[in-house]
Each structure stands twice: as structure tokens, then as C-alpha cells.
């Protein structure tokens, strides 16, 4: 476990910590609910802002940045007029679906 | 999942997606350590303070209040002079372990 390989010195001012890591992409309010609605396939701009409710656009696309920065999402831009851009969760993003189900156990059975 | 079972209506400002609330647990730089630093068994506040670098007692007093409200933390007084206090993970706060485990495989998979 983290604790015990001690692998916490904070390393240029971040955590080593796997689990901070971890945190830093899925913490927050929205980058989470972003990345579970790209759980069933790629997305476009409009089709994210309508289904996660209460989220500003601007909000959105600084989610979408950090979460491409993160190699979490994909962003394709499509050759054509007019511009045709979606999201997709990468490889590294689909794996973190095992993880929002345990949390979803937990919170299942502790916090409902 | 969350996003299908569409439990995300905000309910008193708080989403009610389990997700969140575990998110609100385990959230920030220093509640998840207090909880690795408490897996394997009880401690003194001297103790913790401790073994969690960089910590200050007026943060770790906060983290432990707030980790004893949610249920994740149980404080004990031993009734002796001087005052003898210990903290100890509960049930609830043991079962996090599991997410951790995740956590750390991911982290460890994509960001080491």
C-alpha cells in the first residue's frame, strides 16, 4: 500500500502518491461526471453540456483540456465543414471504471 | 452505475451520487492519508502527527473532526490522568481500503 512502500516525499511540490494521483483526475465536481458520461462512446460538445446537468460551458471545456492533458479523454476533430469535433475516454480513462465501481459500492452501501 | 441509475439530481446542494459522497471522504490532500496512516490500527494524536509529513495539528484536529462526523473515524477517551485519546478506523472507514487498492493500481499502472 501507499503508506507502506512510503513512496509519499512530495515530489516537485506533488504527491508521489499514486492515490493523489488518482484524485487529481477524477476529484472535483465535474470531472468525474464527465468521465461517466463518456463511459457508452464518444460524445460531442453539445450532447456533454445537455446530460450533465448544471455545468457551464466554459466549465466544460476547461474539464475536457484537463482531462485530454491527463490522457484520460481523446479529442478528434473531424475533416469536415462544418467542424465536427467528439470526446472519447482513452484506454487509461476506460480503467478507471473499476474504480467508480467500488466507489459506488461504498457509497451504495454507507452514505444511502 | 451512476450516470444510468440518473441518481444525480442535487438534492439540499449536494449531489446524492454515492460517487460524490466518497469523494467528499476521501477528497483532499490530507484525509485519505489519515486513513491509510489509521489501517493499521489505532493512534495518538501525537503519533499521527507524526507520521504524517508536513501535517500541522490544527489541520490534522480538522481532518480528524470531519473524518469522526462522516463515520469514518472513532475517538476514544481513556479515562486516566493525563488524558489518554486514540483514534481507530471504523467498519465503515475499513471498507475504503478496497478503493485504495484500486486506486493505487491504477495510479501505478498509468502515472508511474
Not at 512502500?5 to 508521489?16: L, M, Q, S, Y
Not at 462544418?82 to 484506454?91: C, G, R, S
Request: proline content about 4%; glycine content about 8%; some cysteine.
Amino acid at each position: 500500500m501507499c503508506v507502506e512502500k512510503e513512496i509519499f516525499e512530495p515530489v516537485r511540490g506533488k504527491d508521489k502518491c499514486p492515490i493523489n494521483s488518482v484524485l487529481e483526475v477524477i476529484g472535483g465536481k465535474w470531472n468525474y461526471k464527465v468521465i461517466l458520461r463518456l463511459n457508452d462512446g464518444s460524445k460531442r460538445f453539445g450532447e456533454l453540456l445537455e446530460c450533465l446537468n448544471g455545468i457551464s460551458a466554459k466549465t466544460l471545456t476547461y474539464c475536457l483540456k484537463k482531462l485530454e492533458k491527463k490522457g484520460i479523454v481523446k479529442k478528434t476533430i473531424y475533416p469536415v465543414v462544418p467542424a465536427h469535433v467528439e470526446y472519447e475516454l482513452t484506454k487509461k480513462g476506460y480503467e478507471l471504471q473499476i474504480l467508480f465501481e467500488e466507489m459506488q459500492n461504498w457509497g451504495d452501501k454507507w452514505e444511502n
